[in-house]
């Protein structure tokens, strides 16, 4: 029955949000897979899930921001959740992955910024952590923070992003619809040459798969040669980026959230699939490229207790049998945010007034179209 008075909330939400909001990749006319998404196609399909953004645009130099991702809306540090990281490639700045990888649990919201601004998100993490009620004896906090490098486009050195940035988002977290493409932490990202930025979808398994729901949020920042549904348009375009020199290529952030009662163990495995769904999309995680997944399991009874009197812990966990299903989903879902992400982003000129193109849609649907991939 919540699941039930879940899925109204959404589709009220949905039919108040604006319809110019609503023009995504998948409303062109293409569909990523076989399985279904959620009614969003957004992580906040999972029950629960909030997502909150601060987007810095000033003068003409600083593009850059803060995204927030709250597993659940209580306390994350009283109420932990099974978690893990997977490395595709190290070259980043991942605050908190040890702890994670050491006790299979989060405490904190997850938040993404750029790479200088790291440091400064966790600050502002553990100050929010500690004055949530309950809290007042807590004297070890494991913020998880991810990032991308937004260089090119922002004047990273100058470091503007502040801990208000990062309460901000963390605060105005809330579940429904999320902005894509020059917000938040993707706000000075580039993919593949073209303008990045945040991205997000879901799937939803079929009810003999156990009918969890699945959704990813990704910050894209990184190069290869781009492929849409399966068709090279980077390489039918002529577009390459710096992927082949000997230069930073960015990096990607990829957060899976599922309401699957999965182990640490099983989320890691799930997180190892997510960078195939960045390889569906062209990407190589070249040699500078910081390619992390941290995926949550929100189910609640598998949620880990800050304190309790009991010895041992007893929680249903899905079999390794089931895990196939969520494997497909979250390439799926992966694949999908990564291109909402391009498809959402719009042209935008930054630091040293260096500007980067959107991706050219009418050119990419046309391709598409001369492949079959468009549904009539």
């Given at each position: 029955m919540k699941t039930l008075y879940f899925y109204l909330l959404v589709l009220l939400l949905l039919l108040s949000y604006p319809l110019s909001a609503q023009n995504r990749f998948r409303d062109l006319g293409?569909?990523?897979?076989?399985?279904?998404?959620?009614?969003?196609?957004?992580?906040?399909?999972?029950?629960?899930?909030?997502?909150?953004?601060?987007?810095?645009?000033?003068?003409?130099?600083?593009?850059?921001?803060?995204?927030?991702?709250?597993?659940?809306?209580?306390?994350?540090?009283?109420?932990?959740?099974?978690?893990?990281?997977?490395?595709?490639?190290?070259?980043?700045?991942?605050?908190?992955?040890?702890?994670?990888?050491?006790?299979?649990?989060?405490?904190?919201?997850?938040?993404?910024?750029?790479?200088?601004?790291?440091?400064?998100?966790?600050?502002?993490?553990?100050?929010?952590?500690?004055?949530?009620?309950?809290?007042?004896?807590?004297r070890s906090v494991n913020a998880v923070v991810g990032e991308t490098n937004d260089g090119y486009l922002n004047d990273i050195r100058g470091r503007h992003v502040k801990e208000a940035h990062v309460l901000q988002a963390i605060k105005k977290a809330t579940g429904g619809p999320v902005q894509e493409g020059n917000v938040g932490a993707g706000t000075g990202t580039v993919c593949f040459?073209?303008?990045?930025?945040?991205?997000?979808?879901?799937?939803v398994l079929p009810e003999k798969s156990g009918g969890y729901t699945l959704g990813v949020l990704v910050q894209s920042n990184f190069g290869g040669v781009l492929e849409v549904a399966g068709v090279a348009v980077g390489k039918q375009l002529g577009q390459y980026s710096n992927s082949f020199k000997y230069a930073v290529d960015g990096s990607c952030m990829m957060v899976v959230i599922t309401d699957?009662?999965?182990?640490?163990?099983?989320?890691?495995?799930?997180?190892?699939?997510?960078?195939?769904?960045?390889?569906?999309?062209?990407?190589?995680?070249?040699?500078?490229?910081?390619?992390y997944v941290i995926a949550v399991s929100t189910a609640e009874e598998?949620?880990?207790p800050y304190l309790s009197d009991q010895k041992t812990v007893t929680v249903p966990t899905l079999r390794n049998e089931g895990m196939t299903p969520l494997f497909l989903a979250v390439i799926e879902a992966t694949e999908e945010a990564i291109l909402n992400s391009l498809f959402a982003a719009t042209e935008m000129t930054g630091y040293l007034n260096r500007r980067v193109n959107a991706l050219p849609k009418e050119k990419i649907l046309a391709l598409l179209k001369k492949e079959g991939k468009l549904k009539e």
């Open positions: 293409v569909e990523i897979g076989v399985l279904q998404p959620g009614p969003l196609n957004t992580i906040t399909d999972v029950p629960g899930v909030k997502v909150g953004q601060a987007t810095l645009i000033e003068g003409d130099n600083i593009r850059t921001g803060v995204t927030a991702v709250l597993p659940h809306g209580g306390n994350l540090f009283q109420e932990k959740v099974p978690a893990a990281i997977h490395i595709g490639n190290g070259f980043g700045k991942l605050a908190g992955y040890t702890q994670v990888k050491e006790l299979g649990n989060l405490e904190t919201p997850i938040v993404l910024t750029n790479t200088l601004s790291v440091a400064t998100a966790v600050n502002a993490t553990i100050g929010y952590t500690l004055e949530q009620k309950g809290n007042t004896q807590v040459g073209f303008k990045g930025g945040i991205g997000t979808s879901s799937r699957a009662p999965l182990s640490s163990r099983n989320l890691e495995r799930l997180a190892k699939r997510a960078m195939l769904g960045l390889a569906k999309t062209g990407g190589i995680a070249s040699n500078g490229s910081g390619d598998c949620r880990i």
